[in-house]
């Protein structure tokens, strides 16, 4: 139960961060999805980690939110790269 509560809240932290950094994806809303889903993950545990309370809370939340902003930021600079 508590993965698709992450998944499901991830959905959510994707469709934030992509508010919060508007502009064009190189992958668009799934990849945004997907990254959102990512930095649930990662800022849950970071946030449990540190202290900032448990998942599910106001500061596990603004966390993962973070989190999926920095993994859209570098997956914005990684794919703006012409290798």
């Known amino acids: 139960m508590d993965i698709l509560m992450i998944l499901i809240t991830g959905l959510v932290i ?9 502009g064009n994806d190189p992958g668009g809303i799934i990849i945004t999805t997907l990254l959102g889903i990512a930095g649930a993950f990662v800022g849950g545990f970071l946030s449990t980690a540190i202290g900032l309370g448990a998942m599910g809370s106001v500061g596990s939340f603004v966390t993962a939110t973070v989190g999926a902003m920095l993994l859209l930021a570098g997956y914005r600079v990684i794919k703006g790269r012409k290798i």
């Open 14 to 22: 994707g469709v934030v961060a992509k508010f919060l950094m508007p």
